[in-house]
């Protein structure tokens, strides 16, 4: 069962904008963070955005004053706000959601592909 969904991604060209959203299922509980992360080709994952349910977040330095993440805690949803896009942001953007039960467990959605050309 998918239980992080994401939407938006797609094709941009440089200096646009673009909106991401993740939508956690109702059946996910107990969230203390969402966040995005992302993958180019060759490189590692790495952290885009994180936002707790107080809604505290913390950029990647490459990204700081170009993206917002934002949370709706009584949607389960995530969205992050791409503006002045470059084509090194270019890369599969994961959703992410942390939770705690008795340990903490991190879910993660299927990826959606952000292309930005120059």
């Known amino acids: 069962q998918v239980q992080l969904v994401e939407s938006g991604g797609g094709l941009v060209p440089a200096g646009g904008f673009l909106r991401l959203s993740c939508a956690a299922s109702?059946?996910?509980?107990?969230?203390?963070?969402m966040g995005w992360y992302r993958q180019a080709p060759g490189k590692q994952r790495e952290l885009v955005a994180t936002?707790?349910?107080?809604?505290?977040?913390n950029y990647a330095d490459s990204v700081k004053g170009r993206f917002i993440i934002s949370i709706d805690n009584a949607k389960n949803t995530v969205s992050l706000h791409m503006n002045s896009l470059k084509p090194e942001d270019t890369a599969v953007y994961y959703c992410?959601?942390?939770?705690?039960?008795?340990?903490?467990?991190?879910?993660w959605g299927q990826g959606t592909q952000v292309t930005v050309s120059s």
């Open positions: 109702r059946s996910i509980f107990s969230i203390v963070a």
């Open positions: 936002i707790t349910s107080g809604s505290v977040t």
């Open positions: 992410n959601a942390k939770t705690v039960h008795l340990t903490t467990y991190e879910y």
